[in-house]
């Protein structure tokens, strides 16, 4: 077959890769296959193809990268259309390079591969300026220094673009050790741009040596400027899972599962986010579901049970259809404008249902049960309405204002079974109006 080549490990597998020509496809028989020395590819449309994770693997001797494909930093003059399958990049004992590098470049398609430097501290693939990069069905463990800001993947945007539209699919990363995929848009480039995780698996549980049983770090964290994630389980963390430290900026979450963190599972600087159907679960003391500081962010029909529940702290957010249950203090704090809650359910919350701080906030057919103190409480809040809400068996009050709140209306609420008095307001020119009590 023309432009085709069967290498075993008896081969010359790195003189191969300097003399392959454009359009190429290489075919790996089982066995290991090394790479003695540095190689940076410069063709475009080469093809690796081995015979499967378990059966081929590509390594290096050194304290340089298995495989590094590097352009030129000037738009159209790339090297783009790598496709790799079915073969186990294998980083060596110590190294401190990334195991495969891609520069100024895209297009390039991973297919069935593992990476695989659990005993390295490098990165797992560093990828600078490239567009459209593609891994599907792909295995990824412990990419980077825990201690530093490294990754399984590690995005940078370069001093003349950004890295963009990187694709995860059906992709699993276990153990993690430090952060599984980083965006680092520290470069004059633009700031990298859509992430897309799909069906993707993320577990930190390791043991021994340096690895941690649960990282330290976000699993996938940085300046985002888009981001989608469906469909996928995070496990295992110290701190948190996702965050996007860039603000203006859209993130989608849903569909997706979270357990066992420490701090935040989800903590979100961006604006315009939509937070749907997720499940939130952790037994771990101060853990919060959802931290959201940036404006018009929806976040509805996610189900939560952790000790802090949802935090808003971004303007014009919507909290719709959200069941929390058994927060150790508040169900849905929002310290914030103009926020829509309806809908939501807290369950026995160790202190108040829902707490509001900020101005133009409707709170509207919620329903608190149990709350050890309120049901629902402003906190020099105004011009903040609450009506059709339902508190049952509050341990002090159905619904109070404390501080500087003024200009509340509390009306047509249902406040049943509660300890105190149903309706307690401090502050000015404030308005009850129907209302069913004990």
């Known amino acids: 077959m023309d432009g085709a080549r069967y290498v075993t490990p008896d081969d010359d597998f790195t003189g191969i890769l300097r003399e392959i020509d454009e359009g190429e496809t290489i075919y ?78 895209g297009q390039h398609h991973f297919e069935r591969v593992r990476f695989e430097c659990i005993d390295s501290l490098g990165n797992g693939v560093y990828a600078e300026e490239c567009w459209d990069v593609r891994f599907n069905n792909c295995r ?63 577990r930190g549980f390791g043991r021994g040596g340096r690895i941690k049983e649960d990282p330290e770090k976000y699993y996938v964290d940085g300046l985002w400027k888009w981001m989608k994630i469906i469909n996928s389980h995070f496990n295992w963390s110290i701190k948190g899972f996702i965050r996007n430290q860039a603000g203006g900026q859209a993130v989608q979450v849903a569909n997706c599962s979270f357990q066992q963190y420490g701090e935040t599972a989800l903590d979100l600087a961006s604006d315009d986010n939509l937070v749907s159907g997720n499940i939130f679960e952790s037994k771990r003391a101060a853990s919060t579901a959802i931290r ?33 249950t058994g927060p150790d203090r508040t169900g849905i704090a929002l310290d914030a404008d103009g926020c829509l809650v309806t809908g939501n359910r807290i369950i026995s919350p160790g202190r108040h249902g829902i707490l509001m701080t900020g101005e133009s906030t409707v709170v509207s057919s919620n329903t608190c049960i149990e ?33 500087d709140s003024d200009y509340l209306l509390v009306d047509s609420n249902v406040d049943v079974y509660s300890t105190a008095t149903d309706v307690e307001l401090a502050g000015t020119n404030n308005e009850v109006g129907i209302h069913l009590g004990n």
């Open 28 to 105: 790996l028989s089982r066995g290991y296959h090394t790479i003695d020395s540095p190689i940076r590819c410069d063709v475009d449309y080469v093809t690796i193809t081995g015979e499967g994770i378990n059966n081929t693997t590509i390594r290096q001797t050194g304290d340089f990268p298995v495989l590094e494909l590097v352009g030129t930093q000037r738009r159209g003059d790339r090297r783009s259309n790598w496709k790799v399958t079915d073969v186990t990049f294998k980083s060596q004992k110590g190294n401190t390079t990334d195991l495969v590098r891609a520069q100024y470049g």
């Open 140 to 202: 990824f463990s412990n990419g980077g220094d825990p201690d530093e800001e490294t990754a399984d993947v590690y995005l940078y945007n370069g001093d003349y673009d950004m890295s963009n539209s990187i694709r995860f699919t059906n992709c699993t990363w276990d153990p993690v050790a430090s952060h599984a995929i980083y965006s680092d848009s520290s470069g004059k480039g633009k700031i990298n741009d859509r992430l897309y995780l799909v069906n993707c698996k993320f």
């Open 292 to 324: 959201s500081r940036g404006r018009q962010t929806t976040i509805m029909g996610n189900r939560i049970a952790d000790h802090g529940g949802i935090r808003i702290s971004g303007d014009s957010t919507s909290v719709h259809g959200n069941t929390v």
């Open 371 to 403: 709350p050890a103190t309120t049901g629902i409480r402003f906190e020099d809040a105004r011009y903040c309405i609450a009506t059709e809400n339902l508190v049952r068996s509050a341990g002090e009050r159905g619904i109070e204002s404390v501080g």
